[in-house]
């Protein structure tokens, strides 16, 4: 609940029901956010492009190492996992793919901090102490995604789709190995942000256990869809994206029970600020 508290040395003020007040009460208009929003967005890239020049300089082995997966399953078949283009381009457009896409990984710290400070202005000093592990957690499940779906996903997946094409001569083409590749590794990062998003929420007093806990059904018919949409046509993709979609968000429904309990709220539900 919110209150208006009169200042006798200054204007009046908004204190909410914990007697707590925004660090900075300055009103910003929509232009002042767009000019924050530009901002955030050249510091984000800033930080990329350095690393961009470093993954440059390592293409070849980023790309030994992404084809390794490819390699591992079509280590029976006559060439391996040899790829094709059909275009002089592609080679050079596949690097430049790989070593973003890579720059992006390695920069993502950098691009959490700045995500931070574009909503840090609308929250309370309280609510701010949490960012430098909002942004470690972020890096860490972001980068485990990705890790978890090149040991895990990439191998099995190109295994189980080979199984389909015993009759057929395979001829993989570069930019779509690389395409499919770099979709799936960036996609399982963004996917494991589920417990770090909800965990803040509930840190924020936005949501509540018992309202993850209910969604909890449309949650796992939604985490399905995505999995649909994010991986290739197969099942055995599709089911280990769905897996983890889910363990990772009833996870963060544990994890938002506990912070209910930590601040002695017994029946877990989100206040209305």
């Not at 956010?33 to 350095?50: F, M, N, T």
């Not at 190995?177 to 990062?189: C, D, E, N, P, Q």
């Not at 889910?246 to 877990?268: E, P, T």
């Amino acid at each position: 609940m919110i209150r208006r508290l009169a200042d006798p040395d200054g204007p009046d003020r908004d204190v909410d029901a914990e007697g707590l007040d925004p660090e900075d009460d300055v009103e910003m208009g929509f232009f002042d956010h767009l000019a924050e929003l530009r901002k955030r967005l050249l510091l984000s890239l800033y930080g990329v492009l350095p690393c961009f020049a470093v993954t440059w300089f390592f293409r070849e082995e980023i790309f030994s190492f992404l084809k390794r997966p490819l390699d591992i399953a079509w280590a029976s078949e006559a060439g391996g996992g040899s790829l094709h283009y059909p275009n002089p381009l592609d080679p050079f457009i596949a690097y430049i793919k790989i070593s973003f896409v890579t720059a992006l990984i390695l920069a993502s710290p950098w691009i959490f901090l700045q995500i931070w400070a574009f909503i840090a202005p609308g929250l309370y000093r309280r609510e701010r102490r949490i960012a430098i592990p909002f942004v470690i957690a972020t890096a860490v499940f972001f980068i485990g995604g990705a890790a978890f779906g090149y040991t895990f996903v990439l191998p099995f997946g190109f295994e189980y789709l080979k199984g389909f094409g015993q009759d057929f001569q395979a001829t993989i083409m570069i930019q779509e190995y690389v395409s499919l590749s770099t979709r799936l590794l960036v996609a399982f990062g963004v996917v494991f942000e589920v417990p770090v998003v909800t965990t803040l929420l509930a840190l924020l007093n936005i949501v509540s256990w018992k309202q993850l806990l209910a969604f909890g059904r449309w949650w796992i018919l939604l985490s399905s869809v995505i999995s649909a949409i994010l991986t290739p046509p197969d099942p055995m993709s599709q089911v280990m994206m769905m897996v983890p979609l889910n363990v990772l968000y009833f996870l963060s429904v544990g994890l938002a029970y506990m912070i209910a309990r930590a601040r002695g709220q017994k029946d877990g539900d989100g206040q209305d600020g």
